[in-house]
């Protein structure tokens, strides 16, 4: 393990004069492993394919879909796969089996069943996002679906059924939600609800965007719909839930919400909130461990990149990069904007670390939505692994971008990763990480 100030000697030590140049540690760099994956998701019955039902009045929601999550839903030991799935449009009805959201149950040898329906967890409605966890502490994991107008709540009876609780929670489906995620903002043990709200949307909006004369329709940009703020529910210990949007210093924050990951970022032991929104400033809900939050995004550097402008901020995680013990952040979005790297100072202050990083370069052609920080190759450093998608033909494709101990090493290994990363990175499912699947009781913080 190295200190922040050693990573940032390293990484930007090739921006700097040779005789100030300080000689890199290579001796991990050459330890490492190759990072390969091999597409198994067919083999092993994971047959998901996400239906947004695209239409030629180019509905805004048909670009936001979908959502999975890994749980271990039956206590095996081994983890299962949720995606989440849209509906018809206009009437926002699974009217076919088609549009099912999906369960499926991990066999052991890399074999998968779909068992949704003995399940019963096919849903309802156009769904978004979802996350999974144990909200009663009955130590079985809970599903929470987020969607259009119809987020549901689904209480795990461990017994291989799930029982649709939304109305006796009292979880309202009054917005167009895109995520959620569980987390413990007043530390009393059990799981409180955060649900992240994009904007205003009908079936009716029939606002033409493109070019009539061409008949060129296209999706409207985002500045089109209102914002919404977002909503956080405090688990009241007995299935029921309070929204406490209001009381919580969140309801007068408006964005366009896309995802949330949650992480100690002060470490000051209350876990605080990061939402990405859509074209508009990010927020850093800083919680102040006495039942409310204070948005911090701009005064703590993560609003907005170094231009001072927004972008379509879409994924983000939450967690420390570099190994100093405070969580970093990483957002994804669209070609040109680079994904934002915000490192965090210690002292509630991140800089702008993308250019530094080299991630800007590797990135700004790329439009992302998943992204996390993972360890692929056990080398004590996260790796970055990224979901992208081409913006203008919406052509899923991924890239791994690995984080190295210096910027000799990281160099090299990009170098490497660019030439092989389109034929020998590959994942092991169709879906791996969603943009808004939060399977851990607290997402972003390990
Ligand atoms: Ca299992
Ligand atoms: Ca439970
Ligand atoms: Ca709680
Ligand atoms: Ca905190």
């Given at each position: 393990?190295?200190?922040?100030?050693?990573f940032?000697?390293g990484?930007?030590?090739?921006?700097?004069?040779?005789?100030?140049r300080?000689?890199?540690?290579?001796?991990?760099?050459?330890?490492?492993?190759?990072?390969?994956?091999?597409?198994?998701?067919?083999?092993?019955?994971?047959?998901?394919?996400?239906?947004?039902?695209?239409?030629?009045?180019?509905h805004?929601?048909?670009?936001?879909p979908?959502?999975?999550?890994?749980?271990d839903?039956?206590?095996?030991?081994?983890?299962?796969?949720?995606?989440?799935n849209?509906?018809?449009?206009?009437?926002?009805?699974?009217?076919?089996?088609?549009?099912?959201?999906r369960?499926?149950?991990n066999?052991g040898?890399?074999?998968?069943?779909?068992?949704?329906?003995?399940a019963?967890?096919?849903?309802?409605?156009?769904?978004?996002?979802?996350a999974?966890?144990?909200?009663?502490n009955d130590?079985?994991?809970?599903?929470?679906?987020?969607?259009?107008?119809?987020?549901?709540l689904?209480?795990?009876?461990?017994?291989?059924?799930?029982?649709?609780?939304?109305?006796?929670?009292?979880?309202?489906?009054?917005?167009?939600?895109?995520a959620?995620?569980?987390?413990?903002?007043?530390?009393?043990?059990?799981?409180?609800?955060?649900?992240?709200?994009?904007?205003?949307?009908?079936?009716?909006?029939?606002?033409?965007?493109?070019e009539?004369?061409?008949?060129?329709?296209?999706?409207?940009?985002?500045?089109?719909?209102?914002?919404l703020?977002?909503?956080?529910?405090?688990n009241?210990?007995?299935?029921?839930?309070?929204?406490?949007?209001?009381?919580?210093?969140?309801?007068?924050?408006?964005?366009?919400?896309?995802?949330?990951?949650?992480?100690?970022?002060?470490?000051?032991?209350?876990?605080?909130?990061?939402?990405?929104?859509?074209?508009?400033?990010?927020?850093?809900?800083?919680?102040r461990?006495?039942?409310?939050?204070?948005?911090?995004?701009?005064?703590?550097?993560?609003?907005?990149?170094?231009?001072g402008?927004?972008?379509?901020?879409?994924?983000?995680?939450?967690?420390?990069f570099?190994?100093?013990?405070?969580?970093?952040?990483?957002?994804?979005a669209?070609?040109?904007?680079?994904?934002p790297?915000?490192?965090?100072?210690?002292?509630?202050?991140?800089?702008d670390?993308?250019?530094?990083?080299?991630?800007?370069?590797?990135?700004?052609?790329?439009?992302?939505?998943?992204?996390?920080?993972?360890?692929?190759?056990?080398?004590?450093?996260?790796?970055?692994?990224?979901?992208?998608?081409r913006?203008?033909?919406?052509?899923w494709?991924?890239?791994?971008?690995?984080?190295?101990?210096?910027?000799?090493?990281?160099?090299?290994?990009?170098?490497?990763?660019?030439k092989?990363?389109?034929?020998?990175?590959?994942?092991a499912?169709?879906?791996?990480?969603g943009?808004?699947?939060?399977?851990?009781?607290?997402?972003?913080?390990?």
């Amino acid at each position: 393990m190295v200190s922040r100030r050693d990573f940032l000697a390293g990484a930007s030590a090739f921006l700097l004069p040779q005789s100030s140049r300080k000689r890199p540690d290579l001796k991990s760099s050459f330890a490492l492993s190759p990072i390969r994956f091999r597409e198994v998701a067919q083999r092993a019955g994971l047959d998901f394919v996400l239906q947004n039902n695209p239409t030629p009045r180019k509905h805004m929601i048909e670009t936001m879909p979908g959502g999975v999550a890994a749980l271990d839903y039956n206590n095996d030991g081994r983890v299962d796969i949720f995606f989440t799935n849209g509906a018809s449009i206009p009437s926002l009805e699974k009217d076919s089996p088609k549009f099912f959201n999906r369960l499926y149950r991990n066999d052991g040898g890399m074999k998968f069943t779909d068992v949704t329906s003995e399940a019963g967890v096919a849903g309802a409605g156009y769904s978004m996002g979802t996350a999974a966890a144990d909200f009663n502490n009955d130590g079985h994991t809970d599903l929470l679906v987020a969607g259009v107008y119809r987020n549901i709540l689904y209480r795990n009876l461990g017994n291989g059924k799930f029982e649709d609780v939304t109305e006796k929670a009292g979880i309202k489906s009054d917005k167009w939600s895109v995520a959620a995620g569980w987390f413990d903002y007043d530390n009393d043990g059990w799981l409180d609800l955060f649900v992240v709200n994009y904007a205003h949307w009908t079936p009716d909006f029939d606002r033409y965007c493109g070019e009539r004369d061409r008949n060129l329709r296209v999706y409207c940009h985002p500045k089109y719909f209102e914002g919404l703020p977002n909503t956080l529910y405090r688990n009241r210990r007995d299935g029921t839930f309070e929204d406490v949007t209001a009381k919580a210093g969140i309801a007068g924050h408006i964005g366009r919400g896309m995802s949330v990951a949650f992480a100690d970022y002060d470490n000051d032991g209350f876990t605080d909130v990061f939402v990405t929104n859509d074209n508009l400033p990010n927020f850093l809900f800083h919680n102040r461990g006495d039942g409310t939050f204070e948005e911090v995004a701009l005064q703590a550097g993560v609003a907005l990149t170094n231009n001072g402008l927004p972008v379509a901020s879409m994924g983000a995680d939450f967690r420390d990069f570099d190994n100093d013990g405070l969580c970093d952040l990483n957002v994804t979005a669209l070609a040109g904007e680079t994904f934002p790297l915000f490192q965090n100072l210690a002292k509630g202050s991140f800089q702008d670390a993308t250019h530094k990083s080299r991630l800007a370069a590797l990135s700004t052609t790329r439009s992302g939505w998943s992204n996390g920080f993972f360890d692929f190759n056990n080398d004590g450093w996260n790796s970055r692994i990224l979901e992208t998608v081409r913006s203008a033909t919406f052509r899923w494709k991924r890239a791994l971008i690995l984080h190295a101990r210096t910027a000799a090493a990281l160099l090299r290994i990009l170098t490497t990763m660019e030439k092989s990363t389109s034929s020998s990175a590959r994942l092991a499912s169709r879906r791996n990480f969603g943009r808004t699947s939060v399977p851990a009781r607290t997402a972003g913080s390990s």
